[in-house]
């Protein structure tokens, strides 16, 4: 008999932090997102995700379903100009995943096909589909169509994990968080020398808005 111990815990309760069932994102809770995001024992190494594979199982909804719905079936071509829900979608799913890949943990996972933004279900083939293997795909063809957006999420995963590549504050201490702000809707915390600064609010944007910083000097701009 033999056993395998796991360094680094899988935190699951993340996930369900970003379920649209009860909650729209405008009536997200600041402190919630924060205290679920870094919720875990001192010293303990967890890994963050976004998505599980519960949530893209049928009877669900894909994370990014859950922001843009029936939408991602007719006005995710780049022909068509952006609408609202497209819009707003888009650039939550990439908010989502960058501060949870932050501030969740100490590794990030990505479920098939979350990096792109996967609209459909998961179902295997059983009776009640008539033994169909038609959903028991992952369509990652999807981001190799340039007539489509889907290329711009993967592009923003790639790009995310080479800026944490760069910097590495999934092994850097935990964040320090500097701002959790209900009525501006703004996440600000340090993490590895770097600030990040979230404006979940659905409808205003910020001119000169000051966060504090532990460290004095100028920060270069990266715009996510």
Not at 2 to 8: D, I, K, R, W, Y
Not at 88 to 117: A, C, D, P, S, V
Not at 153 to 164: K, T, V
């Amino acid at each position: 008999m033999g056993s395998v111990s796991m360094e680094l815990h899988p935190c699951y309760i993340i996930t369900m932090e970003w379920l649209l069932k009860e909650f729209k994102d405008e009536d997200w809770n600041m402190g919630n997102i924060v205290y679920t995001l870094t919720n875990r024992r001192y010293l303990e190494k967890c890994i963050a995700y976004a998505e599980s594979h519960d949530q893209a199982l049928v009877g669900d909804k894909t994370l990014a379903f859950w922001l843009m719905d029936a939408e991602m079936y007719t006005n995710m071509s780049v022909l068509a100009p952006f609408t609202p829900v497209i819009d707003r979608g888009i650039q939550l799913h990439k908010m989502i995943r960058l501060i949870t890949h932050g501030l969740g943990g100490e590794g990030y996972l990505n479920f098939m096909g979350n990096e792109f933004g996967h609209p459909e279900w998961l179902d295997f083939p059983r009776k009640g589909n008539n033994e169909s293997y038609h959903y028991a795909r992952r369509q990652f063809n999807l981001t190799d169509d340039d007539l489509l957006r889907y290329k711009f999420l993967n592009n923003f995963d790639r790009d995310m994990n080479r800026l944490e590549e760069r910097c590495s504050w999934l092994s850097a201490p935990q964040a320090y968080v500097s701002e959790k702000h209900e009525g501006n809707k703004i996440i600000t915390f340090e993490r590895a020398g770097l600030l990040f600064i979230f404006n979940f609010h659905p409808s205003k944007s910020y001119a000169d808005y000051r966060v504090g910083t532990a460290l004095p000097g100028k920060y270069p701009f990266v715009c996510m």
